[in-house]
């Protein structure tokens, strides 16, 4: 599976968009881009999946450049509850479904 | 999604010993997973726990020191033999219900050897 590059953390405003980027230069066609969280002392929380379109679902949307080498995680509305580590990690589908955890962005979201 | 749980929550542990980390789903799963986070420190894969074999283990872990059992599709459990203090982390059970679809992570267990 393709390697992930995120920043180790990023502050945003209590109400504004929070925009998480992710590198992934080196991701195949078949390999998809799965973003999860942790909340302190929390299991890792599911948040979102895409393989080259735009995804958006209740918690975030997912913007995958057309090369897909990028991508960024986006709150709409961070409230102080999205204070966690984000994950971005690539995996492909046909893989074992096990996943690769990088170091993550440690997103503080503030009043 | 998928309701799962642990036992024990966290524990305190002498060196030496062993502990044996319990993981219950509320329906059948096909893959159950065991995860490590070391404090301060991203999630490891231990290994994948396989319903009525062997499990499979990464690069750095071995069966003599993490054995797994897996007897049916809700139940699995790790075990962390001859504990040392560099074991103490966060042991993380998570399932995929389906192939390909998301995966769901447990509560954790907190283990602190001394």
Known sequence: DAKTTQPPSMDCAEGRAAN??????????NEYVYWYRQIHSQGPQYIIHGLKNNETNEMASLIITEDRKSSTLILPHATLRDTAVYYCIVRAF?????????TGTRLQVFP | ?????????RDICQRGTSL????????????????RQQPGQSLTLIATANQGSEA?????????????????LTFSTLTVSNMSPEDSSIYLCSVVRDT???????????LTVL
């Open chain 1, 20 to 29: 998480l980027p992710c590198n992934h230069s080196t991701i195949s066609g």
């Open chain 1, 94 to 102: 046909y893989n074992t479904d096990k996943l690769i955890f990088g």
């Open chain 2, 1 to 9: 999604s998928a309701v799962i749980s642990q036992k024990p929550s």
């Open chain 2, 20 to 35: 044996t980390i319990q993981c219950q789903v509320d329906s059948q799963v096909t893959m159950m997973f065991w995860y």
């Open chain 2, 56 to 72: 499979t283990y990464e690069s750095g872990f071995v069966i003599d020191k993490f054995p797994i059992s897996r007897p049916n």
């Open chain 2, 100 to 110: 390909g679809n998301e995966q769901f992570f447990g509560p954790g267990t907190r």
